[in-house]
């Protein structure tokens, strides 16, 4: 069954910090893994598209990593801001279509002061 | 700029009505996507079109209907029969050409639907 998973749920962090979030997908076959951040009340946001000969890829503070072959995806927030709360969102597209894609639950991220 | 516009941001239904929420893009974008975004999950695809007069059932379409008479429009109508349509509703719309196969789905910042 195609399936991505995220973890954790959610997480609370100092500003400044840095955090790392999970995704682990069962999609195949395999195509590309995207992250998107979605700010509250507001539509996702696309942050990085990660394709298969690809291990990392950095957007600013966020660096994105994939590994094929355990089929599974990190994003890493480094120094983190206020604004970096949201929640974080790993797609994957199946089915051969990039049209077509399985959202994860999401990632929950609260900064605080 | 370029973008997709959603409207109204915040909409209430009476039973057994009819209401149609409104998707615009001025990206070019060939395909539109309609989806449902509930507490706690994933986004689900409630209908899709690739190309003007023609669209596909997603996940979840029971409930919904949908038209493509332009390129740039894509109205989704959520109609009596779904029973339980509190949700927030993204649309979304991406580029559908084998040179531009990769890039991400562009969404919309959303309709909140209630029920009164």
């Known amino acids: 069954k195609n399936q991505v998973e995220q973890s954790p749920q959610s997480l609370i962090i100092l500003e400044g910090k840095n955090c790392t979030l999970q995704?682990?997908?069962?999609?195949?076959?395999?195509?590309?893994l995207r992250w998107y951040k979605q700010d509250t009340g507001r539509g996702p946001v696309s942050l990085t598209i990660m394709t298969f000969s690809e291990n990392t890829k950095s957007n600013g503070r966020y660096t994105a990593t994939l590994d094929a072959d355990t089929k599974q995806s990190s994003l890493h927030i480094t120094a983190s801001q206020l604004s970096d709360s949201a929640s974080y969102i790993c797609v994957v597209p199946y089915g051969g279509s990039q049209g077509n894609l399985i959202f994860g639950k999401g990632t929950k991220l609260s900064v605080k002061p | 700029d370029g973008g997709i516009t959603q409207s109204p941001k915040y909409l209430f239904r009476k039973e057994g009505q009819n209401v149609t929420l409104s998707c615009e893009q001025n990206l070019n974008h060939d395909a539109m996507y309609w989806y449902r975004q509930d507490p706690g999950q994933g986004l689900r695809l409630i209908y899709y079109?690739?190309?003007?007069?023609?669209?596909q059932k997603g996940d979840i379409a029971e409930g919904y209907s949908v038209s493509r008479e332009k390129k740039e429009s894509f109205p989704l109508t959520v109609t009596s029969a779904q029973k339980n349509p509190t949700a927030f509703y993204l649309c979304a719309s991406r580029p559908d050409n084998r040179v531009r196969r990769n890039q991400p789905q562009h969404f919309g910042d959303g309709t909140r639907l209630s029920i009164l």
């Open positions: 079109s690739q190309i003007v007069n023609d669209f």
């Open positions: 995704c682990n997908y069962t999609v195949s076959p395999f195509s590309n």
